[in-house]
T-cell receptor, first 111, second 117 residues
Framework: QQNVQQSPESLIVPEGARTSLNCTFSDSASQYFWWYRQHSGKAPKALMSIFSNGEKEEGRFTIHLNKASLHFSLHIRDSQPSDSALYLC???????????FGIGTRVLVRP | GALVYQYPRRTICKSGTSMRMECQAVGFQATSVAWYRQSPQKTFELIALSTVNSAIKYEQNFTQEKFPISHPNLSFSSMTVLNAYLEDRGLYLCGARGGASSGNTLYFGEGSRLIVV
């Protein structure tokens, strides 16, 4: 049974700072790794995904994946108040397989 | 673009009664639909995954008898919470996936919130 954990539970960062979120998983056969963002009262929306070890950057967002350590992370540079949301990491064993989510990290970016 | 609509957004029901919720995929063909429950205590629990041409697979602690799901075509799914009690409270989210052509991304609706009194 896949176990996905996120840290920290919540985070307050000043505008313009870097935000770092962590996710660990338990099944070493995991193949697909996602970050979702959920603004209050809205649908969770896929932010970024990564499928192989290393780093992937899209705009202000960067994902790092280290499969051997069963860990991946999301970094947001130049954090904006609009980045305030619940960030959920998710893992699956394959393309059509179920997606297991963590409990989320609540981020508040203070102007 | 790919959109998922859920209905109703919110329901208040009496303990022991049932609630049916619907999920509509627009702009893509939902080859698989996953139903999740989001509650303050227990994160994002997967209830079941329904994939076209396969049986609906329920997760541990969730059963077809309690959460019957219908996925009759590639744009619609529904789920009922039967005999709802306090522990069934939460936001029920439908996530639909269109397959490799849409990058295997799971698109979510805004959820159906169940309040049990």
């Amino acid at each position: 049974q896949q176990n996905v954990q996120q840290s920290p539970e919540s985070l307050i960062v000043p505008e313009g700072a870097r935000t770092s979120l962590n996710c660990t998983f338990s099944d070493s056969a995991s193949q697909y790794f996602w970050w979702y963002r959920q603004h209050s009262g809205k649908a969770p929306k896929a932010l970024m995904s990564i499928f192989s070890n290393g780093e992937k950057e899209e705009g202000r967002f960067t994902i790092h994946l280290n499969k051997a350590s069963l860990h991946f992370s999301l970094h947001i540079r130049d954090s904006q108040p609009s980045d305030s949301a619940l960030y959920l990491c998710a893992v699956s064993l394959g393309a059509g397989n179920k997606l297991t989510f963590g409990i989320g990290t609540r981020v508040l970016v203070r102007p | 673009g790919a959109l998922v609509y859920q209905y109703p957004r919110r329901t208040i029901c009496k303990s022991g009664t049932s609630m049916r919720m619907e999920c509509q995929a627009v702009g893509f063909q939902a080859t698989s639909v996953a139903w999740y429950r989001q509650s303050p205590q227990k994160t994002f629990e997967l209830i079941a995954l329904s994939t076209v041409n396969s049986a609906i697979k329920y997760e541990q602690n969730f059963t077809q008898e309690k959460f019957p799901i219908s996925h009759p075509n590639l744009s619609f799914s529904s789920m009922t919470v039967l005999n709802a009690y306090l522990e069934d409270r939460g936001l029920y989210l439908c996530g639909a996936r269109g397959g490799a052509s849409s990058g295997n991304t799971l698109y979510f609706g805004e959820g159906s919130r169940l309040i049990v009194v």
